[in-house]
């Protein structure tokens, strides 16, 4: 049986990977992309995820632009590592593919109410979007089967010394999110800086001579630069796709079961999922936090998904 998912992104270049592979991957049924400011602005981010799917040829999934900032905060943006388009390197042609024309918000709330209850979320970017159509429309809320998302750690964020940059953007959509009461699978730094694009990762996408796995490779050498620059890493970290890959296939987590809270006032540490390892606040656990990655598998699944284009 296919997973049907909602894709909601800020892409981004490891969002370009996670659109590959859902749309492309025989358990998973995408039925929208949704977009968000995150990486860029949701002008740029939107676009981004016009070109993927122009490119690859994705022109059965809807893709309607969402939330132009998080739902308290300002905008913040990741040039440093995106680019100024948000998904900088490759050279891109223009999207031939239109724009849906509901908001994203609204396309998400269509599609939950009218669902079975089959339908698992991805979000790869900041919350914001599901956070407003969750108090948009409550009755979406028990609609949902899963939410697999990509966010978050459990030690040491990435845009502060506490946070992680798509939870630390909106933190006040995050905490409805977690608060939600649907079975969540939280994807953070410590799953997704083992899944390294190293040397042979990009070998393997350029030995097929094929335009999207060479598109792939060109994301991921930029990225890889971006990462060695600002934080020093031999490799690129590609983040967004393991949360599709967490749908695809659960074993390819290790992950432990606890309660998550989100810190929305901390003075140094806003942003942080608080992740009660021990059990210590007493709390109902809420979210499937993973820790570790079959990493051989997640690139073999990756790899061959985007070669089938
Ligand atoms: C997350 O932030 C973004 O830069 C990536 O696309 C990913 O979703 C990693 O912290
Ligand atoms: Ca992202």
Redesign the pocket.
């Known amino acids: 049986m296919k997973h049907k998912i909602i894709l909601d ?4 270049h ?2 370009a990977i996670a659109i590959l592979l859902a749309a492309h991957h025989p358990d998973i049924d995408l039925l929208a992309i949704t977009t968000v400011a ?2 860029q602005s949701v002008e740029k981010t939107t676009r981004n995820a016009l070109k993927v799917c122009s490119l690859a040829n994705i022109r059965h999934v809807p893709i309607a632009k969402g939330m132009d900032r998080p739902l308290l905060r300002p905008a913040r943006h990741a040039p440093d590592i995106h680019g100024e388009s948000g998904m900088d390197g490759p050279h891109i042609p223009e999207p031939d593919i239109e724009l849906d024309s509901r908001h994203g918000v609204d396309l998400l709330i269509e599609l939950l109410l009218n669902s079975n209850g089959d339908i698992t979320l991805v979000p ?2 900041p919350l914001t979007n599901i956070a407003a159509a969750m108090r948009r429309e409550p009755a979406i809320v028990p609609k949902i089967a899963a939410i697999s998302l ?1 966010g978050g750690a459990i030690g040491l964020g990435n845009v502060t010394p506490a946070a992680e940059f ?1 939870i630390h953007t909106d933190p006040e959509a995050a905490e409805i999110v977690f608060d939600c009461g649907r079975p969540i699978t939280m994807v953070p730094l410590e799953v997704t800086h083992q899944a390294l694009a190293t040397g042979e990762v990009t070998a393997r996408l350029r030995a097929a001579h094929r335009p999207v796995a060479s598109f792939a490779a060109d994301l991921l050498v930029f990225f890889a630069s971006a990462y060695h620059n600002v934080f020093g890493f031999p490799a690129a970290p590609v ?2 796709p393991c949360a599709v890959a967490a749908i695809i296939d659960p074993t390819i987590l290790r992950a432990h079961t606890m309660h998550v809270a989100i810190e929305t006032t901390g003075h140094w540490t806003t942003g942080r999922t608080v992740c009660d390892v021990y059990g210590k606040v007493g709390k109902q656990p809420n979210t499937r936090v993973g820790y570790a990655l079959d990493v051989n598998r997640f690139w073999d699944m990756v790899i061959n998904t985007i070669l089938s284009y």
Do not use: E
Request: with cysteine.
């Open positions: 992104c800020d892409p981004g490891d969002d995150g990486n790869t970017g990509m798509n983040h967004d």
